[in-house]
């Protein structure tokens, strides 16, 4: 048996450095269940929905896994209790998460959702988390290389905490939730030197006037500012939407829509408390909007803008959301 030891210890050592993360983001995800109700929804959108009514049993249950976690992280166990202990945990969580996988085939034959990645993140959430189970209840860590083992676990968290928003803007981005609401909220985007609208802004245009034109919303919010170019991106697009054959007084204006939180402040307080809100935007900008309207305690739809021609600066919006992702999370942590 200690012969193998030292084979395993690379595999151990990832294990440990993805249940560093699972745990981490398992106590935040508790610690904004417990702070206020704002990030209660999606906290489990981004992580695992437990299947209880009671928010409290569930904070608890997660809380207690969070920590079996990170223990499991920080200091391998040796005692078979613990060993066991932490499997059980772990199969425990993968078994909710492939249950969250099953709620996403159920409303996607539903028509509720119409995802572009036909696998769920919840899946991959539950094969991690088996692999943590089996390198805990298998061979106990060894010893052998300290700190290449140390090293190993942070760079595994790190690496994790840099696929982990790719892997939001690739499933949860480009999955659309259209359904029937009050208003869709457009979100501004570059406007050209010669007054034309950018390929994702007119993508987004063209979007919102199909959810209008299908009768899932009945009003629809501009919100842009004033560009390099001078021109005020609201404008623009409520000149499109008319041109499309919206009329005008469905349309809303925000001129003061300078970024992502002002367009989704100046939305709240333009529209009705109660209004059903569907976000519209490209696939990588959605969960940042998500979970800026978490902050303000509005659970939104959110429908991916899509069009014929891609967008050459992809790859390079894409990579600003890593960081703006854990910006945005955090903030709506913090309420």
């Not at 935040?28 to 109700?37: I, K, P």
């Not at 992280?73 to 005692?79: K, L, M, N, S």
């Not at 802004?201 to 034109?213: K, M, S």
Request: charged residues 15%; positive net charge.
């Amino acid at each position: 048996m200690s012969a193998l030891r030292p084979r395993l210890w690379p595999v151990n050592a990832v294990a440990r450095g993805l249940a560093l993360f699972c745990g981490g983001l398992t106590l935040l995800g508790v610690a904004a269940t417990v702070r206020s109700h704002a990030l209660s929804y999606d906290a489990n959108i981004w992580w695992i929905a437990l299947p209880f009514g009671n928010r409290a049993l569930a904070a608890a249950v997660l809380a207690f896994a969070g920590v079996v976690l990170l223990w499991f992280a920080v200091a391998p166990p040796h005692a078979v209790w613990r060993r066991l202990l932490t499997a059980v945990v772990c199969t425990a969580l993968a078994g909710v998460a492939v249950w969250n996988g099953v709620g996403f085939y159920s409303a996607w034959r539903a028509g509720q959702i119409d995802p572009r990645v036909p696998i769920p993140l919840s899946f991959i959430v539950a094969g991690v988390l088996i692999l943590i189970a089996v390198c805990a209840a298998g061979v106990p860590a060894s010893r052998h290389g300290r700190w290449a083992t140390s090293a190993t676990v942070v760079l595994v968290a790190a690496a994790c905490a840099f696929v982990f928003p790719l892997a939001q803007v690739f499933f949860f981005g480009e999955t659309d939730y259209r359904r029937e609401a009050n208003v869709a909220v457009v979100f501004g985007a570059q406007v050209h030197a010669d007054g034309r609208a950018s390929t994702s802004l007119a993508d987004r245009v063209a979007t919102a006037v199909d959810l209008y034109d299908t009768g899932y919303v009945d009003t629809l919010l501009v919100s842009g500012g004033v560009g390099e170019s001078g021109y005020d991106e609201a404008l623009v697009m409520r000149d499109m939407m008319v041109a499309a054959g919206v009329p005008e007084s469905r349309v809303i204006v925000d001129g003061d829509g300078v970024n992502t939180a002002a367009t989704v402040r100046n939305s709240l307080a333009l529209l009705d408390g109660e209004a059903r809100i569907v976000a519209v935007s490209q696939f990588y900008h959605l969960p940042r909007i998500k979970l800026a309207y978490a902050r303000a305690g509005r659970d939104v739809l959110t429908v991916p803008a899509r069009g014929p021609l891609p967008i050459a600066q992809t790859p390079q919006l894409v990579a600003r959301e890593i960081p703006a992702f854990w910006v945005y999370y955090l903030r709506a942590l913090a309420g």
